[in-house]
């Protein structure tokens, strides 16, 4: 292992995966020297370029604790969330689309009865959400929970926000025989992502914005169907065609009408679930 050349560098460190009894991780490593070799042979980076690319990843740990993950709004804004769960849920057509999960879910959101409002700090809804969980025949899936979370008109979740009551604008609706819910609400806002570390400090040196359209958020479950984690969007937003983790398609954005039976207005949306294999 003496004399490494520019020429020999990658062979050198893939040569040494040899002995990597994990076939997996072999191919992984394998697969990653080589990309990140080529990546550092295409920009040739100076020492100092270098240093600043390790002093991200380093301040990017030091960013994260028990309620911020930094790594992961990095591989957000990277688009990298959204791939890897584009390919490990490639859909059959007429099923329903993923949307990123984001960090705001949480455990223990209340089960409400369908047609029960989320808000929790005295806000009159004036948004009614309804539709079907159906599965790829187009036949009602009964007892199909939908865990619903979004942010309030200040654009903060209820986690990030000391002045709103635990567990605002969060609850779990399930299905009836018809495969039917609904639920009142509020319209969501858009919002930042947290912005205030090193991934908003590369957004803004990138000339990005950390804006998410308004969203609902649904993790929708049913025995013998695969989980969906999704969300829906809406037409006319100004963050809708430039979401800052790239969680919008084009099947998900929805169009509020106005009520034909009281004030406000509705979002009709209809989940069709894959089986599970
Ligand atoms: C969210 O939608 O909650 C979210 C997604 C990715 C990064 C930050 C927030
Ligand atoms: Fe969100």
Known sequence: ??????????????????????????????????????????????????????KFLTDTGHMCDDKRQEFILLSDTLGVSTLVELINNRKSPGMTETSVLGPFWVEGAPHLPLGASIVKDGTAADLLVHGRVHDAEGRPIAAAVLDVWQTAPNGMYDVQDPNQPAMNLRGKFTTGSDGRFDFQTIMPTPYPIPHDGPVGALLTATGRHPWRPAHLHFIISAPGYRLLTTALYFEGDPYVDSDAVFGVKSDLVVRPSPRSDAAGSEVRYDFGLERAE
Do not use: Y
Request: net charge negative; with cysteine.
């Open 1 to 54: 292992m003496r004399d490494v050349t520019e020429a020999t560098a990658t062979e050198a460190v893939v040569g040494k995966l040899a002995g990597c009894e994990n076939a997996r991780l072999k191919q992984v490593m394998t697969s990653f020297v080589r990309h990140l070799h080529a990546f550092v042979r295409e920009i040739e980076p100076t020492q100092a370029e270098w240093f600043t690319a390790i």
